[in-house]
């Protein structure tokens, strides 16, 4: 069973940094995108970044400069380096996984809090 497992999450003052972890139970080179998304209370789940298995990467624009996705293929690990945290950062954020190949295709973990104080 795929399973995808976030850390790192937690409380930080605006202008800090986080770095969020998504360990994944086996290869990421089974997933051909993985991505980061956050859920305010009260609103949609959004798209943060995505990373495909060549390295490209897509970012919303609100992000943009601030934060960095990167994988480590090694350690099954996506991460996301988030720098200038402002409290509209706060939420729960997902990691997300996507393949050409699993049944299901689509998968996500639990979520891991971020809370920007002001």
């Known amino acids: 069973q795929v399973q995808l497992v976030e850390s790192g999450g937690g409380l930080v003052q605006a202008g800090g940094s986080l770095r969020l972890s998504c360990v994944a139970s086996?290869?990421?080179?089974?997933?051909?995108?993985m991505g980061w998304y956050r859920q305010a209370p009260g609103k949609q789940r959004d798209l943060v970044a995505t990373i495909t298995t060549s390295g490209t990467t897509n970012y919303a624009g609100s992000v943009k400069d601030r934060f960095t996705i990167s994988r480590d293929n090694a350690k099954n690990t996506v991460y996301l380096q988030m720098n200038s945290l402002n409290p509209e950062d706060t939420a729960v954020y997902y990691c997300?996984?996507?393949?050409?190949?699993?049944?299901?295709?689509?998968?996500w973990g639990q979520g891991t809090q971020v809370t920007v104080s002001s």
């Open positions: 086996g290869s990421i080179f089974r997933f051909h995108t």
């Open positions: 997300r996984g996507v393949s050409s190949y699993l049944s299901p295709s689509d998968y």
